[in-house]
């Protein structure tokens, strides 16, 4: 038995592949990555000269909250440009034995569970800390918005994970 690269072990992970990785999804999975960075590493910079112009003509705050909203839009954007792409070319897809089947949608239920959690804890950490920023005094009604919030974000991003995890099992008659 051969151990498994960390990096391919990653790839398994960010991705949802259940199984061994062959070639073609490697091959695959490195030309879109290699383009994701290359199209990140172009397009920062030019966001981050426009974010400077805005502090020399506007305020801080106004350079600032355009800078980390117009990055985290464009990790999210190259983030699912590649992964819409990754699933027509069918590299994502887990062919799966009929008796797996079940076990593999079980997984793809817990991940969306995980996710879910992990994108509502971020979601109420990040409210927080932008309320604290801005001296916001907390009444229940703010809370309670922050709670809401927070659900309804990883509600969104649960589901997602699950489904896309779930569409992506074919089973495998063989």
Known sequence: ?????????????????????DE??????????NSA????????PVLLCIAVLLALVTTYRIAF????????ALFIIVTWYFYIIAIRQKVLVNEVDSGGLKEKRKIAIRRGI?????????ECIGLIIIYQNYSVK???????????VSILVGLFAGVLAGVIAWKNLKKFNG
Do not use: C
């Not at 073609?24 to 990555?33: I, R, S």
């Open 37 to 44: 960075y290359l199209i990140l590493t172009l397009v920062t």
């Open 65 to 72: 909250w355009f800078a980390i909203i117009s990055l985290f």
């Open 138 to 148: 907390w009444s229940y009604a703010l809370i309670v918005n922050v709670i809401i």
């Open 114 to 122: 995980i996710t879910g959690i992990v994108f509502s804890l971020i």
């Open 1 to 21: 038995m051969t151990k498994e690269k960390l990096r391919n072990s990653l790839l398994k992970f960010s991705y949802g592949i259940s199984g061994p990785i």
């Open 24 to 33: 073609y999804q490697e091959k695959q999975l490195d030309h879109l990555g």
